[in-house]
């Protein structure tokens, strides 16, 4: 079920969202989009100054606030999140290789950072937040994954350290950004120029979701939380060799091999944790194994015994046409 406009609105009516890592792709689609609504405010809280300038020549809004911050730096989040209503939680590091050769700062940044933002967030008297994950976090084989495996259960048993608090925590679990920065289809993009696109493994096969269908999915989950669900959208699968050809349809493929940490096929809910997962339309909710958490979700069901989603198992598939129609449809993110 989509979140109206009106329910949006209602949901944002004279609130202060504060979202970290909110220069990056992500973040700059969801504040354009909630700026449509009758937000209080809106603080940016990220470590880029460059990248906070670039965005207030673009965001001539006068509900937007910058903060510089880290967070690792948890000081800095108790000064952020005074008077905050909503944290959206997108800082991380996220690029497997990076994460694979400096492992320190990763933990930092996605563990460390994770813990930070709960104990600020309660003790600030933070009403929801919902913190971004990854399918690499579900039966992870990089660091990257293993780290936001960690912020989420983080993140869930935050519901019970809350206590009788008003603090609230969930978590989105989605696959690859169309076009975000970083990404594959830039670097397809670029390489397309010299003739030559060099894939990993020609079986390896991606979730994919649009930037759009993104925000509007954590919202959505903004809106049905009740504390300790990790929300699972029903997004299509694509081969990254029909990404190739469409991409660059006259290029030379070259297959390089798999890079430290990375996986032929991506999972967002694995066997174990279908034991306590609900099915619903167009998502799935990975529920708390809490005795308190009994929130009335209607027509869902369980999933069956045994129920894996993962990339090479979907039911939906792009077609080259398909990934070619997204690709002309999105702004990349370089």
Known sequence: MKIGVYRLMNILNNKTVLITGGTGSFGKKFIKKILETDVKKVIVFSRDELKQYEMKQEFKDGRIRFFIG??????????????????VHAAAMKHVEACEYNPFEAVKTNIHG????????????????????????AAPVNL??????????LFVAANSYSGDKVTR???????NVVGSRGSVIPFFEKSKENGVLHITDKRMTRFWITLDK??????????????????????????IIDLAKAIGPEC???????????????????????????????????????????????NGQSVSEGFVYSSEQNEEWLTINDIAKVIVSTDIDV
Request: glycine share 6%; proline share 3%; aromatic share 10%.
């Open 214 to 239: 993104g925000v509007q999915f954590v919202l959505d989950s903004l809106e049905r939380m009740h504390g300790g669900e990790v929300f699972v959208p029903k997004i299509p699968s694509m081969s």
């Open 70 to 87: 880290d967070v690792r730096d948890k000081d800095r989040l108790y000064r952020a999140f005074n008077g905050v209503n909503i944290v």
């Open 114 to 137: 994770a813990q930070n933002i709960i104990e600020a967030a309660i003790d600030c008297g933070v009403e929801k937040v919902i913190a971004l994950s990854t399918d690499k976090a």
């Open 169 to 175: 925590f969930a978590v989105v679990r989605y696959g």
């Open 252 to 298: 030379e493929i070259k297959i390089v091999g798999i890079r430290p940490g990375e996986k032929l096929h991506e999972v967002m809910i694995t066997q174990d944790d279908a034991r306590h997962t609900i099915e619903y339309k167009d998502y799935y909710v990975i529920a708390p194994e809490f005795q308190w958490w009994q929130a009335d979700y209607l």
């Open 144 to 153: 990257y994954g293993a780290t936001k495996l960690v912020s989420d259960k």
